[in-house]
């Protein structure tokens, strides 16, 4: 049993001040596997003061100062690897096909913002003016559940590139993950008050964050419902807001696909995280031509994507990570059935020899109209939706035809058709043939996927307030 009961504050783990306690979870086994204590408002408005006594000091530090920082936190992450994901594996019941990613990369967040830093120039000349770029204030970062490391670390690399003190609250079910991570970040020997990290609930802290009068930016990953609610309470103060939300990303299939090479590349794209991903492509077109064919293919590969734990090193679909969350793809299952779309593959309840644990089967559905709900809203399960269409028009219609806009990926042997169809999408990212992930390109999303943009230059701007100087 762990028992989280420290949050970090200017420099130094503190009791706080908070009395609520929230059980964690092993996903894959359903048993308690620890508490945590939750801060209050009194302690967001501690951590809050802590960062604004950091910032005058720290937003005047030097671009070789700030590298340096990232540098060290880089080492200090990197050096428990191992440790932050058995965490992972423990707390959220992440296969090892993801940890193998997510862990690496959110060490290496800050080594990427590094070389963004250094190319960076903080000041330039138009016309006239000399113009500075300067770290808006304060920052406030509200991470979810489905990748708590990944979130909080290329939040933290960004604020302190840019010269921003933060105040981090994760995701309390993550509350393991966070402190080993917290103990890493601790080791850096940053100054203090520079980054404070507060469990807490998110109507309690996350709310606060967001109508606190000295936070000046806020940084959300989540849900499209609880974006919605920061963007209120944040609009009273006029806070640079970036919000990265929902999604519900087409995966089209063109008429001039390999097959055997887009199915298994289709299902990798539609159940990452075991589905849990707001990038997954979790509506997949099929010209109608091919459609015969591709549920074929779609059935046979399926079958390769083995359910399990983390400790099978075959499992590429881990456990949802709560009952709640299991409960939520359950009736979207059932749903689906009840709006008239077939089954394909998977459908209620856990997979054959699974009797404990959260575990969802792989599921996908045929026969389905884009105006039905499991095509329409996200599920954050390992749930598909296959969608036929006529031609490459009725492709791009449909997959525009959704309040989302954040990552798409196309399937094909023509690069520059495919080039071109990128072009006519309405989202952040468009992927193709499985490309893997660019630190460097900016991610966000268009319509209620949110707003702003993440990673790059274009994180890093998001941090930073332009002041022309004129002569």
């Given at each position: 049993m762990r028992n989280i009961d420290k949050i970090y504050l200017d420099g130094q783990f503190v009791t706080p001040k908070g009395t609520e306690m929230a059980d964690l979870h092993n996903p894959s086994t359903e048993e308690k596997i620890g508490t945590v204590r939750l801060a209050g408002v009194e302690d967001t408005w501690e951590a809050v003061a802590a960062a604004k006594r950091a910032f005058p000091a720290f937003s005047r530090t030097s671009k070789a100062e700030r590298?340096?920082?990232?540098?060290?936190?880089?080492?200090?992450?990197?050096?428990?690897?191992?440790?932050?994901?058995?965490?992972?594996?423990?707390?959220?019941?992440?296969?090892?096909?993801?940890?193998?990613?997510?862990?690496?990369?959110?060490?290496?967040?800050?080594?990427?913002?590094?070389?963004?830093?250094?190319?960076?120039?903080?000041?330039?000349?138009?016309?006239?003016?000399?113009?500075?770029?300067?770290?808006?204030?304060?920052?406030?970062?509200?991470?979810?559940?489905?990748?708590?490391?990944?979130?909080?670390?290329?939040?933290?690399?960004?604020?302190?590139?840019?010269?921003?003190?933060?105040?981090?609250?994760?995701?309390?079910?993550?509350?393991?993950?966070?402190?080993?991570?917290?103990?890493?970040?601790?080791?850096?020997?940053?100054?203090?008050?520079?980054?404070?990290?507060?469990?807490?609930?998110?109507?309690?802290?996350?709310?606060?964050?967001?109508?606190?009068?000295?936070?000046?930016?806020?940084?959300?990953?989540?849900?499209?419902?609880?974006?919605?609610?920061?963007?209120?309470?944040?609009?009273?103060?006029?806070?640079?807001?970036?919000?990265?939300?929902?999604?519900?990303?087409?995966?089209?299939?063109?008429?001039?696909?390999?097959?055997?090479?887009?199915?298994?590349?289709?299902?990798?794209?539609?159940?990452?995280?075991?589905?849990?991903?707001?990038?997954?492509?979790?509506?997949?077109?099929?010209?109608?031509?091919?459609?015969?064919?591709?549920?074929?293919?779609?059935?046979?590969?399926?079958?390769?994507?083995?359910?399990?734990?983390?400790?099978?090193?075959?499992?590429?679909?881990?456990?949802?990570?709560?009952?709640?969350?299991?409960?939520?793809?359950?009736?979207?299952?059932?749903?689906?059935?009840?709006?008239g779309a077939r089954l394909l593959t998977g459908g209620m309840g856990r997979p054959a020899g699974l009797d404990r644990g959260w575990f969802t089967k792989p599921t996908i559905f045929f026969g389905v109209e884009n105006q039905m709900r499991i095509a329409r809203e996200e599920i954050f399960g390992p749930v598909l939706s296959v969608i036929g269409y006529g031609d490459e028009e009725e492709a791009v219609s449909i997959a525009n035809d959704t309040q989302y806009g954040l990552q798409a990926y196309l399937h094909g042997t023509d690069a520059a058709r495919m080039q071109a169809l990128a072009d006519r999408l309405d989202c952040g990212r468009v992927v193709i043939n499985g490309a893997p992930h660019e630190p460097l390109a900016p991610f966000g999303g268009f319509k209620q996927s949110g707003i702003g943009r993440e990673y790059g230059v274009f994180g890093l701007e998001a941090f930073l307030e332009p002041k022309a100087v004129i002569v």
């Open positions: 590298i340096d920082m990232l540098k060290r936190l880089n080492a200090a992450v990197a050096a428990r690897v191992s440790d932050i994901t058995e965490a992972m594996a423990l707390e959220y019941g992440a296969p090892q096909t993801f940890t193998s990613f997510a862990v690496p990369h959110a060490a290496s967040s800050f080594l990427t913002m590094a070389s963004v830093l250094e190319d960076y120039e903080f000041e330039r000349q138009m016309g006239r003016a000399r113009v500075v770029m300067q770290p808006s204030g304060v920052a406030a970062a509200i991470t979810p559940w489905n990748s708590n490391i990944g979130f909080i670390t290329s939040k933290l690399a960004t604020a302190i590139a840019a010269g921003s003190t933060i105040v981090i609250k994760p995701s309390e079910m993550s509350a393991i993950q966070t402190q080993i991570l917290t103990e890493c970040l601790h080791e850096a020997g940053l100054p203090k008050g520079v980054f404070n990290v507060v469990n807490g609930y998110g109507n309690v802290v996350g709310a606060e964050l967001s109508r606190h009068p000295d936070i000046a930016k806020v940084t959300f990953t989540g849900s499209t419902a609880v974006g919605r609610e920061i963007l209120r309470s944040a609009a009273d103060t006029f806070k640079r807001v970036t919000l990265e939300l929902g999604g519900k990303g087409p995966n089209i299939i063109l008429d001039d696909a390999d097959l055997d090479v887009a199915i298994p590349a289709v299902l990798r794209m539609g159940f990452i995280n075991s589905g849990q991903a707001c990038i997954a492509g979790t509506r997949i077109l099929v010209p109608d031509q091919l459609l015969d064919d591709a549920l074929v293919s779609l059935k046979k590969e399926i079958e390769t994507f083995k359910v399990g734990a983390p400790n099978d090193p075959d499992a590429m679909i881990g456990p949802m990570v709560s009952r709640k969350q299991y409960d939520r793809v359950q009736s979207y299952i059932e749903m689906g059935t009840q709006e």
